[in-house]
């Protein structure tokens, strides 16, 4: 595939611009953002990042080349956070392989291509990928049959239904299986509805009551005074139901700027890489806001209690309105989780294992008032989670280890 040139639009709120062009310089092995056109008044280009952090992408009319980290292949992080990986990028480089393409022979800025319009966030790429078309239908009756697709994808075995879930992926990123489907207020299949993500089981052996799970912490969430998108478990006939949820990067048929911690402080995702102090710096440098600094800390006062290790950089985000004010997006992924020698991705306090001294120090340490309700008011919802995992049916044996493990459960 020669070189190519990308047009990156900004597609915000209805307003729909070309910003610049990416290209990919193939001695240096590192993308190349150049703002279009050169000369354009930057008090009208729309701020990819917030301001005063390193990528600087709107400090100057010309960005100069990306350096070549070695986890974005030379991509620039706010850039990186359109790729698919995990799941996505499984579908994209079966597609590759099946049109005889070596999906190791395209650069980071060609596989933007194969994202298109279907990328998270408000930013979008042309020329699309032709190999990508769009084949959305209606699928709520065959969710099952699409999450079996999945699991055959998973194990190397080929799909008829390719093509129709490199599209209803759109560049989702994570280990599971996913689709985008829109759903009206009631839940129900409808062309004019908001859009959904409908996740899937990562493989045969994972527990059938993986969305179960992820529903039943979000409720939690909720109750722990965290936003979270709105959720609902579909109906499934092989599983106890498949976790949805609404996505927060569009209103209607607008879609609205995000970028993931991953893409802010051009950290991986793959290895712990970033502290809960460096997260917590960079909403507060991001947003000024006192508030959200608030909600960041009961965001990690609920990941360290409930064991959601999986609290790496690409699941905590920021957003942007209107106005180009930042915040942070509704708290998403969230389960119980397990991680790398039983540690938190992020870690507190210099530990992968910080307890509720380690949240309480935190909390003082920004000014948040009264940390110790916080981590109490945590500890009541969590209580009620054996319940309610009950309820859902979730097996004995299971639901024992998971209350054996999660700390705000415990009596320290």
Same mark, same amino acid.
């Given at each position: 595939?020669?070189?190519?040139?990308?047009?990156?639009?900004?597609?915000?709120?209805?307003?729909? *611009?070309?910003?610049?062009?990416?290209?990919?310089?193939?001695?240096?092995?590192?993308?190349?953002?150049?703002?279009? %056109?050169?000369?354009?008044?930057?008090?009208?280009?729309?701020? @990819?990042?917030?301001?005063?952090?390193?990528?600087?992408?709107?400090?100057?009319?010309?960005?100069?080349?990306? #350096?070549?980290?070695?986890?974005?292949?030379? @991509?620039?992080?706010?850039?990186?956070?359109?790729? %698919?990986?995990?799941?996505?990028?499984? !579908?994209?480089?079966? @597609?590759?392989? =099946?049109?005889? *393409?070596?999906?190791?022979?395209?650069?980071?800025?060609? #596989?933007?291509?194969?994202?298109?319009?279907?990328?998270?966030?408000?930013?979008?790429?042309?020329?699309?990928?032709?190999?990508?078309?769009?084949? =959305?239908?209606?699928?709520?009756?065959?969710?099952?049959?699409?999450?079996?697709?999945?699991?055959?994808?998973?194990?190397?075995?080929?799909?008829?239904?390719?093509?129709?879930?490199?599209?209803?992926?759109?560049?989702?990123?994570?280990?599971?299986?996913?689709?985008?489907?829109? !759903?009206?207020?009631?839940?129900?299949?409808?062309?004019?509805?908001? &859009?959904?993500?409908?996740?899937?089981?990562?493989?045969?052996?994972?527990?059938?009551? *993986?969305?179960?799970?992820?529903?039943?912490?979000?409720?939690?969430?909720?109750?722990?005074?965290?936003?979270?998108?709105?959720?609902?478990?579909?109906?499934?006939?092989?599983?106890?139901?498949?976790?949805?949820?609404?996505?927060?990067?569009?209103?209607? +048929?607008?879609?609205?700027?995000?970028?993931?911690?991953?893409?802010?402080? +051009?950290?991986?995702?793959?290895?712990?890489?970033?502290?809960?102090?460096?997260?917590? +710096?960079?909403?507060?440098?991001?947003?000024?806001?006192?508030?959200?600094?608030?909600?960041?800390?009961?965001?990690?006062?609920?990941?360290?209690?409930?064991?959601?290790?999986?609290?790496?950089?690409?699941?905590?985000? @920021?957003?942007?309105?209107?106005?180009?004010?930042?915040?942070?997006?509704?708290?998403?992924?969230?389960?119980?989780?397990?991680?790398?020698?039983?540690?938190?991705?992020?870690?507190?306090?210099?530990?992968? =294992?910080?307890? &509720?001294?380690?949240?309480?120090?935190?909390?003082?340490?920004?000014?948040?008032? #009264?940390?110790?309700?916080?981590?109490?008011?945590?500890?009541? &919802?969590?209580? *009620?989670?054996?319940?309610?995992?009950?309820?859902?049916?979730?097996?004995?044996?299971?639901?024992?280890?998971? &209350?054996?493990?999660? %700390?705000?459960?415990?009596?320290?």
């Amino acid at each position: 595939m020669s070189n190519k040139i990308l047009s990156v639009e900004w597609n915000a709120f209805g307003q729909k *611009t070309v910003i610049g062009k990416l290209t990919w310089d193939r001695c240096k092995r590192r993308a190349v953002f150049t703002y279009c %056109p050169a000369d354009k008044d930057m008090c009208s280009v729309p701020r @990819l990042v917030p301001d005063g952090f390193k990528p600087g992408h709107t400090a100057r009319p010309q960005l100069a080349s990306g #350096r070549a980290f070695e986890y974005f292949h030379g @991509l620039h992080g706010v850039f990186n956070d359109s790729l %698919p990986d995990g799941w996505g990028q499984l !579908l994209v480089d079966r @597609l590759l392989r =099946r049109e005889g *393409t070596l999906p190791e022979s395209l650069t980071p800025v060609e #596989r933007l291509m194969y994202v298109g319009e279907n990328g998270p966030g408000a930013l979008t790429y042309r020329p699309t990928s032709p190999l990508v078309e769009d084949s =959305r239908k209606p699928v709520l009756d065959e969710l099952d049959r699409l999450a079996a697709e999945s699991v055959d994808i998973l194990n190397g075995q080929p799909s008829k239904m390719l093509d129709r879930l490199v599209t209803m992926n759109g560049s989702s990123s994570g280990a599971r299986p996913k689709v985008n489907i829109r !759903l009206d207020d009631q839940g129900h299949l409808s062309e004019d509805g908001g &859009v959904w993500l409908v996740k899937f089981s990562s493989m045969n052996a994972d527990n059938r009551f *993986t969305g179960a799970l992820e529903n039943i912490y979000a409720h939690l969430q909720r109750e722990a005074g965290i936003r979270v998108a709105d959720t609902r478990l579909l109906e499934s006939d092989t599983s106890a139901g498949w976790f949805a949820t609404r996505r927060f990067d569009r209103e209607g +048929e607008q879609r609205l700027h995000v970028i993931t911690m991953s893409g802010l402080l +051009e950290a991986t995702h793959r290895l712990p890489s970033v502290s809960y102090e460096d997260m917590m +710096e960079a909403v507060i440098r991001s947003t000024n806001s006192s508030a959200e600094a608030a909600e960041f800390f009961r965001r990690a006062v609920f990941n360290v209690l409930a064991h959601n290790h999986d609290d790496h950089v690409k699941n905590h985000a @920021l957003m942007q309105d209107r106005e180009g004010n930042w915040s942070l997006t509704p708290s998403y992924d969230v389960t119980f989780s397990t991680s790398f020698g039983n540690e938190h991705m992020a870690d507190l306090n210099n530990k992968g =294992r910080p307890g &509720v001294k380690d949240l309480i120090e935190f909390g003082n340490r920004y000014d948040i008032q #009264r940390p110790e309700l916080v981590v109490e008011r945590t500890r009541d &919802v969590l209580s *009620t989670f054996p319940a309610m995992a009950r309820e859902t049916g979730v097996p004995g044996e299971d639901l024992s280890l998971m &209350v054996r493990n999660i %700390p705000g459960l415990g009596k320290g």
